[in-house]
């Protein structure tokens, strides 16, 4: 039994597989409702057939010639057409989500998803200008730079809330700079994820051009506003507790041989650097597809120093690992964000490209701590040996315990307790300054994307104009008649083409310079909004210590569970001051060595205009 429809939304099917481009206002019949995964098969007025994105379509109120019916009946589908029920395993199921409670925001909450969601258009003053990659920047005036510090909630409230990252708030990494948006249609959802790799994100097409992700309206984990991260209590298994106390009361210390050394350096408490850097490269994008065509996805190749042997990946394989790397290190390590999620125009040669380019500066960023790359999982990412061995070290990521705050049960300090409070004043000074460092890239971002516009807009068109009104002055003095001018109207016609030239010459200069100084400050921008989570983490287990004596008073834990509690807070701090002193080293070495391309880039811009200028002032004659 068929029904009719109305399409919501423009869909254009891809070329080879088995869906139907429609239009949208658009009539048509839906022929079968249980395809499953969130695709319907339906008919167009031209009686062609193919599968249409359920979340398209809404359902007329007609079904059969009787009027009242707004939804089609469990089945449905009587018409004579493949029977594709049979994909319905490889679909993503849609769970309700697990009780959740604040647990410092260690990990993320999980949203998951049946069907695809129609792109929205953004309004004029959100829509990002063509030639402007960066546009995006200024299209929040939440974003300005007055932003303070909150203090510390009580509690485990450590981090910030939803709309700022710098004010107080519950835990939660936002989202690292994605990039500029180059269309206006942007999708907010976030995408599912289960144990078939089976993720709706690398398989939903549309035809709305796509955004390149960004805060402007990404397609952000934890919702639209970066929501706090939540877990369930049974990612701690034998505690009831949230917080910083699950490590500074816990009774047992971490099993197995992970241990992560900090020592002594020049500059403080330093992680312990391994003496060769690890590095990766990634490359070949190639597109693939299963349910024989009916899904595809892009795989990078991705080539370890170490091994020298590629492995592949698809997008949501690198979410697992951010997922696993913000589990088990979000407390102690900042783990910024991948590039978002997207779900238009994912084959698109300049957005692979782009994907590209920012999956390369995680995963060297990643590979650059010497935490986190040695990690087992992030070495099972890099040079898992097959298929099999991949799941096996999957699940035994997913079922490790040691994350969130425990991860400090593995940390070795191989000195002296500190000394809190000089602690908690080091904590302070770091807090301002990444506060005044964030302002400080934000301020960059603003002036870059300005200038951005002006280079690939108003300024280009002034050259030109120059141009323009040097060669018409020409033409008009060629048609004087007189004889003798030749030279000086060739040498003014060869001006204003050197200006058109210019012009042209200014119009691609972003991309050669200022495209890698935004990416670095932006990248940086995320970096520096995880940092307010991860000082929070150690801020509210000072607060802890702090209470220690009115804990022993009241008699909720022992003198020995209070010297104890002092002793970890102690490991917390070094683990803290060993990051903020890497966030520094890596920060000396990224910004000398942008600012360096930077300029070498500036200056060859200004020495070609230069010498085109001195070519066009040697064709006029010397009077």
Request: charged letters at 25%.
């Amino acid at each position: 039994m068929a029904f009719k429809a109305q399409v919501l939304y423009d869909f254009t099917a891809e070329p080879g597989n088995v869906e139907l481009t429609v239009k949208e206002g658009e009539t048509i019949t839906v022929t079968n409702a249980n395809i499953g995964g969130g695709w319907i098969e339906a008919q167009n007025s031209r009686g062609e057939t193919g599968l249409v994105p359920e979340d398209y379509i809404e359902y007329s109120n007609q079904f059969s010639g009787t009027a009242g019916t707004a939804a089609p009946p469990a089945n449905v589908g009587n018409a004579a057409v493949p029977d594709l029920s049979f994909f319905d395993e490889f679909a993503p199921t849609s769970t309700s989500a697990p009780k959740q409670v604040d647990a410092g925001g260690l990990s993320p909450q999980l949203d998951s998803t049946d069907t695809p969601v129609p792109p929205i258009l953004l309004a004029p003053e959100e829509a990002s200008n063509g030639n402007d990659p960066w546009s995006v920047w200024n299209s929040d005036p939440s974003r300005s730079s007055n932003n303070n510090w909150a203090p510390n909630a009580e509690g485990n409230q450590t981090g910030r809330n939803a709309a700022e990252p710098w004010s107080s708030g519950t835990h939660s990494h936002p989202q690292a700079y994605q990039g500029p948006d180059i269309y206006p249609y942007l999708i907010d959802h976030t995408g599912a994820e289960d144990d078939e790799w089976d993720d709706e994100w690398d398989e939903m097409k549309s035809t709305s051009g796509y955004s390149e992700p960004g805060e402007g309206g990404a397609i952000q984990r934890g919702g639209t506003h970066a929501s706090s991260m939540k877990i369930s209590l049974n990612k701690f298994p034998g505690f009831s507790k949230s917080g910083p106390e699950l490590f500074l009361l816990c009774k047992q210390a971490a099993k197995g041989k992970e241990k992560i050394s900090i020592y002594l350096g020049e500059v403080g408490p330093v992680w312990f650097y391994p003496e060769a850097q690890l590095d990766c490269i990634v490359a070949d994008p190639k597109k693939g597809s299963k349910m024989y065509g009916l899904k595809s996805y892009i795989e990078y190749q991705i080539t370890p120093n170490t091994t020298n042997r590629p492995v592949n990946h698809r997008y949501k394989h690198f979410d697992w690992l951010y997922e696993r790397l913000l589990d088990k290190f979000g407390s102690a390590i900042p783990i910024p964000s991948l590039p978002d999620k997207q779900v238009t125009g994912r084959f698109e040669e300049e957005f692979i490209k782009m994907r590209m380019e920012r999956l390369q500066g995680w995963m060297t960023r990643m590979c650059r701590h010497p935490v986190v790359s040695s990690s087992e999982v992030f070495q099972l990412f890099l040079s898992y040996k097959d298929e099999k061995d991949w799941k096996t070290g999957k699940r035994k990521a997913e079922k490790d315990e040691t994350v969130g705050v425990m991860i400090f049960t593995t940390i070795e300090a191989e000195a002296p307790d500190l000394d809190l409070a000089e602690v908690e004043q080091k904590c302070e000074q770091f807090s301002r300054f990444t506060k005044a460092m964030d302002d400080g890239v934000k301020e960059i971002l603003t002036v870059g994307n300005e200038h951005w516009k002006r280079c690939t807009g108003p300024l280009p068109k002034e050259y030109q104009r120059i141009g323009k009104a040097f060669q018409n002055l020409s033409s008009v003095f060629t048609s004087s008649g007189y004889q003798g001018e030749a030279t000086l109207t060739d040498a003014m016609t060869a001006a204003g083409k050197t200006y058109e030239e210019i012009a042209q010459i200014v119009a691609e200069q972003p991309k050669k310079d200022l495209h890698f100084l935004m990416e670095t400050n932006n990248e940086y921008k995320g970096l520096l909004g995880c940092f307010p989570d991860t000082i929070g983490v150690h801020k509210a287990a000072i607060d802890k210590v702090k209470e220690a004596d009115k804990l022993v008073n009241t008699n909720k834990i022992t003198a020995q569970d209070k010297v104890t509690m002092a002793k970890r807070a102690s490991t917390m701090s070094y683990a803290l001051q060993a990051e903020m002193n890497h966030f520094h080293s890596n920060r000396i070495y990224d910004y000398n060595r942008v600012m360096q391309q930077y300029l070498e880039e500036q200056v060859k811009f200004y020495e070609t205009i230069a010498a085109k200028l001195r070519h066009a002032h040697s064709q006029f004659t010397t009077m």
